[in-house]
């Protein structure tokens, strides 16, 4: 069976006309949507950087060019430095905040990490997660580990990067390990990060 050149083209035509439409539409949709969802992540970074602070009268001034050795010591911990804060309380600086990504068991956990002044973890608060339903979304909803401490709370207090070791000086959720680690792994990066900065 021969196939005619014509037929050839009207399908290619047609294929043509239908991808044009769909990059259209898909377009469309990004430009009504963008800002709502950026509106939505601001709103999650905002209620995440509250989280990692005792202070309720912070201010968290953005640091709008994020020096490259601090973005190089939270790679060296597995983690990627997105967005950097100064914590500022009663018009002092009282430490940083940092958003970071790292690898969890599903995909991408981003967080924000709190660091004093004295290089210790303020809070974690997770800003945005994949995990698994049940399972590693106990990490992400803060459940309590076997120790009985929130499986996000128990790295307040904890400071040196690259010292915060699942199994060792950090608890796992039963069941949630891969998840643990992720997060173990941010709060790595974030400190790195503070010691880089100071």
């Given at each position: 069976?021969?196939?005619?050149?014509k037929f050839i083209l009207k399908v290619a035509g047609?294929?043509?006309?239908?991808?044009?439409?769909?990059?259209?539409?898909?377009?469309?949709?990004?430009?009504l949507t963008e800002d709502k969802i950026a509106a939505i992540n601001k709103a999650n970074t905002e209620v995440a950087l509250a989280a990692v602070v005792?202070?309720?009268?912070?201010?968290?001034?953005?640091i709008e060019e994020i020096p490259q050795a601090a973005i190089d010591a939270a790679k060296t911990q597995s983690g990627k430095l997105t967005e950097a804060y100064r914590v500022v309380v009663n018009g002092e600086d009282a430490g940083y905040a940092f958003k970071i990504?790292?690898?969890g068991s599903q995909g991408d956990i981003e967080m924000i990490v709190g660091v004093d002044a004295d290089l210790a973890?303020?809070?974690?608060?997770?800003?945005?997660?994949?995990?698994?339903?049940?399972?590693?979304?106990?990490?992400?909803?803060?459940?309590?580990?076997?120790?009985?401490?929130?499986a996000l709370d128990q790295f307040v207090g904890k400071s040196g990067a690259g010292t915060l070791v699942v199994k060792q000086n950090i608890d796992a959720v039963t069941?949630?390990?891969?998840?643990?680690?992720?997060v173990?792994?941010?709060?790595?990066?974030?400190?790195?990060?503070?010691e880089a900065m100071n």
């Open positions: 069976m021969k196939i005619e050149g047609t294929l043509t006309a239908i991808s044009l439409v769909v990059a259209a539409l898909l377009g469309a949709t990004n430009a005792s202070s309720p009268d912070c201010e968290f001034p953005p990504v790292a690898g973890v303020t809070g974690v608060s997770i800003v945005k997660a994949s995990e698994t339903a049940g399972i590693g979304s106990k990490v992400i909803d803060n459940e309590a580990t076997s120790a009985g401490t929130g069941g949630a390990t891969v998840s643990t680690k992720g173990t792994k941010g709060v790595n990066a974030a400190l790195a990060a503070a």
